[in-house]
């Protein structure tokens, strides 16, 4: 299940994966993207969650869903952040992150 196809498919903006693996050890990838504000911003999590559930997978923890500016999903391999752009440009961990490699999305 790819977690950046659910992410567009709510239309989340901005969609960037890290390969975390070579920088830090608590996970394999970062999944980054946007939504244009905190209601899209819960409309992405709560379609990722959703679909993902139903292939058995749930979140460990999902933090930040009452404010929605950033809402992280911790699936352990996998950490997803989904921001309203205000939020993405203040915490900016692409840039905090930029050693990690980008990885291209499937198609």
């Known amino acids: 299940m790819e977690i950046a196809g659910i992410a567009g498919?709510?239309?989340?903006?901005?969609?960037?994966?890290?390969?975390?693996?070579?920088?830090?050890s608590y996970t394999d990838y970062f999944v980054?993207?946007?939504?244009?504000?905190?209601?899209?911003?819960?409309?992405?999590?709560?379609e990722v969650r959703y679909r993902l559930?139903?292939?058995?997978?749930?979140?460990?923890?999902?933090?930040?869903?009452d404010e929605g500016e950033w809402i992280l999903m911790d699936y352990l391999g996998v950490v997803v952040h989904v921001f309203t752009p205000a939020a993405r440009d203040f915490y900016r961990l692409e840039s905090l992150w930029k050693e990690a490699p980008?990885?291209?999305?499937a198609s």
């Not at 903006?13 to 830090?24: E, Q, S, T």
């Open 53 to 65: 559930k139903q292939h058995g997978v749930t979140a460990l923890s999902i933090e930040g869903e």
């Open 32 to 46: 980054i993207c946007s939504g244009r504000s905190s209601r899209q911003t819960r409309a992405i999590v709560d």
């Open 9 to 24: 498919g709510k239309k989340a903006a901005d969609i960037v994966i890290l390969d975390m693996r070579p920088v830090c």
């Open 102 to 105: 980008r990885v291209e999305a």
